[in-house]
């Protein structure tokens, strides 16, 4: 029995420690949430990650990275219709193909 008290204690330890945290709070809400759902999900674990991930606030390096790839995507059309742009201006001087063939 002597084996059984440090893996009672270390669990009683990790316990104090996810309720000191809030993780036992917040787990409790989404299990709660998705106990009350009327309509039970075909995932659950989806239903908890995105309850618990509503909660969490939002890493500044993510939302830097969205900023990025928002302005790179701006970028990106502005230059797909500079090449449209350019290519009909190209057009103008260049002769037409059948012209080319017969020279």
Do not use: I, W
């Not at 500044?60 to 449209?84: I, S």
């Not at 001087?93 to 020279?103: I, M, N, T, V």
């Amino acid at each position: 029995m002597a084996n059984y008290k440090p893996a009672d204690s270390k669990r009683e330890q990790f316990r104090r420690y996810l309720e000191k945290s809030g993780v036992m709070d917040s787990l409790t809400k989404v299990l709660v949430a998705l106990y009350e759902e009327p309509e039970k999900p075909s995932c659950a674990l989806d239903f908890m990650k995105h309850h618990l991930g509503a909660t969490a606030p939002e890493n500044p390096e993510v939302e830097a990275l969205r900023l990025e790839v928002a302005e790179m995507k701006e970028k990106y059309e502005a230059m797909l219709e500079e090449n449209k742009k350019l290519k009909a201006k190209l057009a103008q001087y260049e002769p037409p193909q059948e012209e080319k063939r017969g020279e």
